[in-house]
Nanobody, 130 residues
Framework: QVQVVESGGGLVQAGGSHWLSCVAS????????MAWFRQAPGKRREFVAA????????YYADSVKDRFAISRDNAKKTMYLQMNSLTPEDTAVYYC???????????????????????WGQGTQVTVSA
């Protein structure tokens, strides 16, 4: 069972860029699909981006497509989220999530559903000031 810890949250000015990291513990990290979700105050948790275990496939919510980039380094057991052109609407607690891979292919729906993931981090706050 992998465990994940997010880091990198902070205060960013609108229009700026910021990185988030998610470090995993466990011997089989490379066999996990990974994702970022976020939850803004008073709103439900929403999908941000996901990456397949091999990093061969990435998926994004429409709201962050072309602004955010997800990546992973399996040797370092770390996943990243590069966030560009941030707006106050990106203000949220960002969560890292993991799901152990059981088959070679998953649909995009699998990656974007929070129910897919059974391992979650504690979250890291990102606040974008206007």
């Amino acid at each position: 069972q992998v465990q994940v810890v997010e880091s990198g949250g902070g205060l960013v000015q609108a229009g700026g860029s910021h990185w988030l990291s998610c470090v995993a513990s466990g011997r089989t990290y490379s066999m996990y699909s990974m994702a970022w979700f976020r939850q803004a105050p008073g709103k439900r948790r929403e999908f941000v981006a996901a990456i397949s275990w091999s990093a061969g496939s990435t998926y994004y919510a429409d709201s962050v497509k072309d602004r955010f980039a997800i990546s992973r380094d399996n040797a370092k057991k770390t996943m990243y989220l590069q966030m560009n052109s941030l707006t106050p609407e990106d203000t949220a607690v960002y969560y890292c999530a993991a799901d152990f891979v059981l088959q070679s292919y998953y649909s995009s729906t699998y990656y974007s559903k929070s129910d897919t993931y059974d391992t979650w981090g504690q979250g890291t706050q990102v606040t974008v000031s206007a």
